[in-house]
Each structure stands twice: as C-alpha cells, then as structure tokens.
C-alpha cells in the first residue's frame, strides 16, 4: 500500500516489517511466545508535539512496537521494543492480568467444545444428536469475571448455538447452557447449566441469505438503481496516512484496540492552520445486558478491551460497504505464532453530498442563493460475534465533525420454553427465542487541543432567567441565558446530561476569545445520546466499566492514559476498578486552562423487538463536535452555490449564477416517469425556472 | 400539473378551479373582500374512512373551501363554500380575531414605512439620509400581542434595518426603533423607541452573494463533483398525489398553514395493507427570543398560525435543492384581491442512497451480507422573513419515518454599540450586531391509526431493577427492563422527556399483539430533540403557545382540531389559551383504547455565535416514528444484497450472490488518484475481493 511504501510517519501504525522485526527480537530473547499484541506505542506527546512544530530541527520520534505475549504456563508479559536498533527495551510481567482475546483464540473454542464429552453429554440432554455435533456452535466471549475463577487463570465462556443448516443464521438455535473454557489447557473446565432446562428449538428456520429469500419468493424488483459517480475524482488528498480536505487536515491511524485514530486534527482557517484535537477516538465500550439469571450477569462485552475493535475489523473488500469513490488503508496485525496478518481495506475513505449547506431567499424578490455540502467520511465496521458496528468519523466544511455509530448484525440471543415468561429481562423475538435487554455504551475519548493544548471545559446549560413573570427583569417572562459552568477539577467534571436544559459541553480555549463575541473559542460537544449505564452502582458492570457512570469525565493528558476501562481487560474484577478511576484519583487534579481529555460516554439502550430478527436494520446514533466562538464568521461562504440571484440581478432579470454542480440541473430537465410529468422552462441554459408565483404577489410593491 | 387535471381526491388540495369557483361564490354574495383564506376544508374523518374503507359504495366526501375573508372596515369572516353546487353554507363573524398574515400583506409594511415622516425622523436620527429611505428595509411580523393594542385592530411591527448597497445582507445593519402598522388604516400607528439609542453600524459589510465572494479572493475550486443519477428513473409510482414506494403507500397533501400534509399512511406487510398515520403534518412552531427588553418579548413567531409554512414555502425551481431524480408539487393559493397565485414546485419528492440497511459477517469465515438501503423523501423548505426552514419527510424502507428539519437563512439581529453589555441575552455575531437568544420549537401532529384508529399511549422508560446489588433478584446488580406506563386521560398525557430514563412514547393498538414478542404492535416516537420552553410559566408565550409546555399531549380526535396555538393565532392574548388547552380542558378525556392524536413538541436552544453568521450553516435536528413489535420480523430482508455469500459459498469457493447495484463495483475497479492506488483484484466480475485477512486465521479450524 501507498502508506507502508514511505518512511511511516510517527503516528502510522506499524508497518509489515516493522511487526516482523518487533516479533523477530522477542523471538529471538524469550523462545516461542504467543503474540496477543505487536503495536506501535504511540509518540510520546511532547516529543511528538515539538517534532510536529519543527519537523527539519526536533528530533523524530522512535519507533516503538508495544508488545503483549503469552509465554508456556500462561505468564503475560508487556514489552517494549525499540525498532531502529532493534532492542527489547522493556519487559514485565502483567501479573494477574488476562490481554485482549485475538480472533485466533476465538476461533478456537468450537472445536474443542464438538470433542468435549461433557459438551456432547448437554448437547444430547438438548436433543441434538451425537453425530450431529459439527452442527454444534459457540460465540466464546471471555469470561468476563467470574468470581468462581478469578483472573489467574484465562477463560471464555462459550455461547452455545445449534445450526441444522451450515448456511442457517444461528442464532436461532441457541441452546441454554454454558461451558467454561481453559485457554491455557486448551479444554472445557466447566459447564454452567440452568436449574429450568430448555431443549433444542423445534421452529422451522428463519434466514436472510439468498437462498432463503428465494424460497420465501424471492427479492423485491422495483428498486431502481441510483448511481454515484465522481468523474473527476475525489476532492481529498491523501499522502500516505495524512489527509487534507476542506481545509481539514489529520492523520489516520488503526490501532488494534480501538480502530481508527485520527491525530492532530487541523482547520485552515483563511490561512491560519488551526489545531482542534490532537487525537479522536473510540477508546473502549460496554454491552451490559439486563438478565440477571445467572450466567447472564457475564454478557456485559467490553469490546474494545476484550476483542479488539481493530482486531474485529471488516475486511471491507468483502461486501460493498460504500458509493462513489472509495479509498481504502489495510491493517496489519501479528499471528499469536509471529506470523502476520493483514485485513484488506479496514478503514473506507469516500465523500458524499451533504444536501442543503445553506440557503436564503429574500421574500420581496424570491433572490436566493442555495449551496450543497459536502461530508468526508472515514469509516470502520468491526464484527463482535453477533452484532456490527459501523463507526463514521464524519467531517463537515463548516467545521463539524460529527462521529457516527450504527449498530446492525444480530442479536445476542438465548433459548427459551415456548412462551416461557422472560419476566421483563427479554423479548421472545421469534418461537423459543428470547433477546435480552441489553444496552450499548460506547466511550469517545477526546484528546483537544483547540488552538492549543491549554484548554478548560464548561457546562452549557439553557436557563431561564431567575427574574420571575411581572418583575422589571422579566416582565413578560421571556428571558432565558446561556448558564456556562466551569469545571476546574476531575472531580468537578465528572458529570450527566440534562435534557431539560439542553446541556452541551464547552471545550475552550480560555487564552483566545473571538473577535466579535468576546467568548472564549470552543468547541462544543452536542450528545442528544448520552444515557443512564443501567447496572446499578456498585453492580459487576459499574466496577468493571467505570467510564459509563457518567457521560462525561475529564482528565490532565498523561502519556498512556488511552483506554478507561485499562490496559488489559478481561477478566478484571472492577476491585479496584481500572483505568478512568485510578487517573481521578480524589477528583482534586486541576483541569483549568492544562492539556486535557474529555471522556464521553453515548450509546442506546435496546429492548429487542421481533423487527430486530434474524438480522437488525441498521440504527444510527450520532454527536457533534461543533465550533462555537471559534470562527470570526461563517466559514463555508466560499463554497460555490449551486444556484445565486442577487436583488440587483432580479431587478435587472440578468441571469443568475450558473449553477456550480452540473448535476443539479438534473432536477429541472423535463422529463415523464409515473405518468407524472413536471416542466419547468430552463433560464439560458440555467437550472431554475423564471417564473415564482411569489412573484405575482409583488405587484403591490410599487402602490 | 398531473395532480389537477385529474378529478381530485378528497385529501388533495383545493384545485386553481375550485379556488376560482370559491372566490367568486364570495364575491357574488359579499361583495369586495379581502381573501386570506381559500383552502380545502379537510373531509370530515368518519365520512373519509368510509369511503375510503368502500370507494365504489361509500358516498365520495364532497369538497368543501374553508374561506377566511377581511370585509371593508376590517371586519374578519370565516366562510364554508360547497364547490359543487357553489354555495356559502356557513358564515361567521370572527369578532375580535385576526386570520392568519398573507406574504402580501408583509410586503406592503415597508413601502409605508419608507414615506412615513414619524419613521423618516426616527431613521435620520439613527445616521440615514433621507435621501436615502429607499435603502430602509423592514421585516414585517405580526405584533404578537401588545396589551396596548389587544386583538382588535390589525397590526404588524416592522423591524427595522438599513442596505446601503441592493445586495447586502440587510441584517448586518439593524435599526434600532420599531413602527408599529395598522393594516386596515395602511398607516404607521407608533413607534417603539428604545431609551438607550443605538446609530446605525459603520462597519464594513460582510456578504455571502458571488460578487462579495469573489471581492473576497473567490469561491473554493476543490470540490470534485458527485454526479448521483437514476438512470431508470424513480422507484416511486405517484399517482395524483398518492405515493407508493417500498410497500409503504400515503397521500401527500398541501396546507397554507401546515405546508405538507401526509395523509392514510399505510404500509403493505407481505400482502396486508396496515394502515399506521391517518394524518402526518407539522402543526404549529414558535419561536420565542430570550431578550426581556421591550419589545423584544413580541419576538416569539408562531410562523405557522400567523404566516402559514405552505403561504412561506419556497418555489423550489428557484435553487437546486435536491441532487437526482426529482418530482415537484405545486401549490395554488388566492390573492388578497381574489386572484390566484402558484407556487411553482413547493414540495420536492426524491429517493437518496440511505447507506448500509444491514450487514453481518460470520467471524468463523467472512461469510457476509451487506445490503443498502433507500430512503424516499417529501420536502419543502419555507422562508419566514430571516430563517429558512428545511422540513422534510423521510421514509425508511424498514417501516421507520423520519421527521427532519433543517435551519438555515439568516439569524434575527438588533443593533448595539460597539461592544455593548448585551447582559447574556444575546451575542455580538459581528460588529454593532446583537443576535438574541432564541428557541425554535416544532409541534408534530401524529393522528394516529396503527393497525386501526383505537390506539392507547405509553411512556416507555430504560430502569434499572428495583432489587438491590446482592439481593437473589439483582445479585450482580445488572437487571434492567422497559417501564411502560399507560397514558389513559389526556390530564396524564401531559408528559415530558427524561433522558435519564431515554423515554419513549409508544403509540400501541392494545387490540393486537405481536404474534412473537406478545405485546401489543406499537409505534415508538423516539425523540432526542424535546426540551424545556425557557419561557417561564405565566409568560406570553407560555399562554399564547400552549402546546410547548409539554413534550407530548394527547387528545381524542376531533374533527378541525389541527393546529394547537388555535385558528387565528395573529394577535392573541393567551387569555384564555386557544387550541390545545381548550381541547384538553379538566384532562379527564379518556385517551385510552380511542381514536387519538399525539402532540409533539421539539426542537432546539440557540445561543448565536459569529459561525452563524452572515448566513447559517444548517442545523439539522430530527424524530423517529419506529415500528416496536408491529412487524413479526425484519421487513426488509427481500432487499437485494449488494454483496451476500454463505458458508457454504465460502467452504465451495463458489461465487457469491453478484452486487445487485452494480454502482457498487465502482469501490473497486483499480484506480489511481491523487497518489494513492488502491487496487483489488476482481472475482469474476464480482466486486469483492477473495483474500482477507482473517481467513488466514481459519488454519487452527481443522487443528
């Protein structure tokens, strides 16, 4: 790929060889080891910070790979390795401590459970017969924490599934008990089986593939096509993993853990190169599920922690995931033998037209001018078992930046009697199935940096005026501010959204105050998604991810501090609780006017419904990074109309703006489908009609 | 157009014929009138579902005009005139009302102004020459209310702004004094003075128009174009003004209050049409501004009820609005005088891509389908005075309806010295320009009829279990459920949102029961936009807009109960409240298992920053209307795929089902742009890739 080609950029991910040399160097010091993790350690801040600001003088950062192994007996190890001179630099064992799950060890479990005696014993009491046990599936999910087991020891627990039919959704056949796998030992040290058992589903399958479709008489024939095209190309320019569009340039990244990262995010504002966020992404998420039957309490995935957001990556060569245009970067990952492992086209980079920019038409003459958007759009779907996810980093040309998460795949799902009572705690989506009710919270993490590291967050909340109706303040009752609250400590920030007052968070910069407001420039965060983690305080989950208790927590930047629910994730206890907590600490570090993070914590809260079965219709959930104070002005009124008459031109009846996009004149040819016609008499060549019946009424203008 | 030449339903508009056969009806009986009104009288509801339940048997509902006229001397008439055989079949004063604001009246305010000598002094006090008043502008609003005034007479306030040059943007010089017109004298009857006075603003002038643009250093030459064609044309049949799209199927009408009216939503469910909405509209908005200086406490626009969105709607032949193939409506309204007028192309109708519909990924082998979905959208966007509204209907294959509103236009602006304290009322967005605080909330009128016209409402709250952490109920602390509460009076309808608890509101049919799940079939109003109306209690605009006082109200249906701020809005004094608080009187109505109407109060807090202006980036908000248990399963799994391949597809290294959008190829035809080559080798013609990544993973499947 282009980017692997060049010397890679501090920020990129490491390279093909760069994994092959980290790999060869603890090979060649600690013998057969199993590779969890081989990744860049991301640029210390303030040598990367002064390299960025003088990139001919500072010196450039080190490649540094971030190593996790499993050595024989199940000790785990975090290393270092330097990748010029290759050196192990650091080496230490995690004690106690469990690393992400790879997709490897995931594949695993399956087969281990069709040979496991006990397996074949539960599948049989389920009605499934024994030479039928290649037809046996699991979803192996780590363990969680089981308090029966501890964190010493690595375990999954295995979702148990029957598919009749290899190309069955199986989900429906799930069956209702659960084996403990020893990942270490390579078996199944335990099976958890309910006190109500529940046999096999005997309900005829219901599928989506093709096949499927066919029988139940096939696809729907009247969706005509629509084309995207872009002719000329894209309006983007990347150079290796550096983009530049709109003005917006920043570099995109792909970490293991968390996907995409984009650094050192820019707007050039006229001329001036303005620094917003110095680093964005999705650092970790929590899908609690609300049963709580035991083992049920374990579903509470921390996917980015657990799994691996990077490591669960789409391969988006497979499906057409997008229109128009589309630039693609791979991932590369090591094997846990050393080998390597390269997921084509992970990250999607493609444009799309964003409708109404802006608009006006002056009602005395019908002068108008109308401009279209434009979005760029840096996506990732990662697979976690049964449910996708499609993250959208999404940036507008006022300013906006705007990331988007869908949720589609299918839902975790488990056995039930024929309308057995799920006592609120699910749905029975289809006979014998029942979907939990579950919730997704998702923790964006916010590295800002707007115009400059220095930066202090606000409550922003829409208040009326204490003055009561009839009082000289507010006779007529109609007052209402802007209420902004200062949070000076991580204490003070740890805070929830308020619908009633329509609470947004400021991020400012308290050093630079717009010219024309005298308000601080900000950058505001617009969540209308933020929402109650419903386990309640002090419950697994609560423990375990910390960073849902509230929708909001700010930190002072330290090196590191990238995921909240901490470095290695399964099999935590939540005693103590990881990550966020231990950065808080008492709550009395000083977040006014330093380098900070903004922690937001934004999902949805699922009740399944039988819509969402066998697979779910994708449902968007999205914020807003807005610039509020930050601009002088408008900074999209260079961004050409697709149609313009100014009062003068009206007046005159001179001709208006030629349309800037060709393709708007489309809507004005005539043309007859439906038997539904619609004219409209062009205006020299232009794509708009003369005549407005608004017109007519200005008759009485000249009276 | 098409519409008109045929027979018109009952639900369609009223034709330029009828309009003319109304008019005239009046004339001949009352002599020279003024016409505000001349609209369909919408056919009574019982009379509407028989005919529509029996066409061919049922008599057809006759089309009635529903006519509001200003008789000489300012006297107001509300008329009903039978269009068949034309006659006046109802005729009643409206004593101490005033109907509804015509474009023609605001557009002959500023002509008075400009010859007026009280407002000549009052403009050369502020620095204007009076050479010079041809360059005064005003804005014309209803007065609001004003006690010194009250209902009886008819009067706009004109706020007031000065252009130096014809194509400025006349809000960046606001003035600081307000005239008061009497529209039956045609004469400026006051002036509102401030104390404090503020001269007319020297500053330079900021401009979005090209010529501005380019004096500027011209407009941004790096957009590429996205051409978005539809070759075969639409997959939309409309038939009049009926719709059929993706098994959904509704009426589109056309207010000169509401602007666009869905009506008998219906969506055919493998074969059962089920109907869903009787009736679909915007029903009122106001926007009040936060400044209690008076009289800045009059600024609070109900647009709909005292200019009407369909009277303000855009021609949209003049500026390209929508990219693709697009069909257009028209809208015919009378003149004052009794003439008529069109709106050429009020309401646009287009499909958009609508991206991924749904997507899943067997992680053991990369099995995969992803299909994409479409989107069918009715739009028309009105201009009231300085604010642009984008409102469009959006239909989801999925059976999900999506209300969306987009702001745009131009902020409200009043004067202010240099640098003036404007006590957090309002921002200087630019030099000497105060943009007050303001809200803009958007009822949505839901008359609903799912699965039938008896419907009942519940709250539906996300709570965590009542049992404590540890207790055998909760033990893991991680049970949570859906709190669903019956709305059974409209006393208890009065109902706010609460984030915390991420309430819904289900619009269920408690007479039917999804056949899976068990519970009744239900729409779920899912909305993030609600919020508090800062107004105080007691306020004005909390008695003249009653409806925002709550998220949702609801009532029983009754015919002509449309628009909650009441019939004639201009001039009330919210003593007593008109509309919705006459309908809901003591809240005793039953609500419960009846044919009802939802009320939906949304919309957003603007604090104003300098980004906003001279002209507004669109702010786009938006509702979901979701099928919960309406359907036994995901209704859109006969979507062609563009990708889709099974197990066993993968095991046989068979082909996959071929993209059946052969646009989505284009991802993947080799390509070289700006550098970056992304180049994937091709499988038969298909789209997609063979090698990923994580195949290589499989290997330990055979292990």
Redesign the interface.
Known sequence: M?AAAEIPHPFDPLTLDEIEIAISTVKKAHGEVRFNVVALQEPRKAEMTAWLENPETAPRPKRIADVVVIAPGGKVYDGLVTLDEPKIISWVEAVGEQPII???E???V??ICRKDPKVIEQCVISGIKEEDMDKV?CDPWTIGYDERFGSGVRLQQALMYYRPE??NCQYQYPLDFCPIFDADKKEIIAIDIPKVRRPLSKAAA?D????A?EA?????N??????????????????GREIEW?NWKFHIGFSYREGIVLNNITYNDKGTVRPIFYRLSLAEMVV?????E?P??RK?ALDQGEYGAGY?A??L????????????LD?H?P?QAG?L?????AI?IH???A???????D??D?S???T???KLIVQQ?F?A?NY?Y?VAWVF?????IQPEI?L???LNTYSMLP?EDTH??G?????SVNAH?H?HLFCLRIDANVDGPNNTVYL?D????D????SP??????????RRTKLSTTGEAMT???????RTWEICNPNKL??????PVSYKLVS?????M?????????KRAAFARHAVHVTPYADDQLWPAGRHVPQTSGEPSKGITEWIGDGSASIDNKDIVLWHTFG??H?P??????????EPMMLLLR??????????????????????QV?AGKGA?E??????????ED?E??????K?EGEGGS???T????N???G??G?
Chains 1, 2 share one sequence.
Request: charge should be neutral; aromatic fraction near 12%.
């Open positions: 282009g790879t997709m490897e995931l594949q695993f399956e087969h599936y290899l190309d219901v989506y593939h093709p096949a479709v139940r008489g096939g696809y729907r009247d969706l005509k096509p629509i084309n995207i095209t872009q002719p000329e190309g894209v309006s983007f320019n990347l150079k709109q609690p599920y609300g049963n709580p035991h049920h309490q509470h669960m789409n391969s060569s497979l499906g057409c995931d997008c229109k128009g245009s589309i630039h693609y991932a990952f094997t080998g492992r390269t997921i084509k086209n999607c444009e799309e037209d409708g109404i920019l802006f608009k006006h038409t009602f005395r019908d108008v001018i109308v279209r958007g434009r779907i697979t078992a996708e499609v507008h040309q006022d300013g906006t869908k589609t795949g299918i309308d609120g705690w749905t029975q989506v289809f006979p009710n919730q922003s829409a208040m009326p005026s003055a009561p109706v009839g303040e507010n006779f007529y009752g109609n007052a209402f501010y802007n929830d959204y308020d619908s009633k007052t329509s717009n010219p024309y407001s005298k308000k209308r998604e933020a929402l109650t419903l386990p309640k305080p002090g419950s697994l989950v609560w949805v809260t009740f419904s039988p819509e969402d079965f066998p697979v779910m219709p994708a610039p509020r104070n930050f601009f002088a002005g408008n900074p999209v009124m260079d961004v050409p109309p697709s149609y313009a008459s100014t009062p003068s007046q703006w349309a800037a996009d060709g393709m708007s004149k489309l809507a004005f043309r489908t439906n038997g539904h016609v619609t409209v794509c708009c009609g005549s407005s019946g608004v007519g009424t200005n009485v203008n009276h």
